[in-house]
């Protein structure tokens, strides 16, 4: 079965969100169309094991922050 085209989306972005996306593409080793790509998938899945991790980060952060308030 034949893949079906991709479609096209053009966007505007500003030149610091551009910045930032081609230096993480770098950095990652791929092109800045993975890295939005990658980062669009990730910001709908609802199973995603970054976003616990970043969850789980931040409820301790916060507890550490507490603490130092008291």
Known sequence: MPKQPRPTVHIRLSPDLVRLL???AAEGGHSMNAEIVTRLERSFSTDDADRRKA???????ISILDK???
Do not use: F, W
Request: aromatic letters at 0%; a positive charge; zero cysteines.
């Open 22 to 24: 081609k230096v993480t």
């Open 68 to 70: 130092g308030q008291r």
């Open 55 to 61: 969850l789980k980060l931040l409820v301790e952060a």
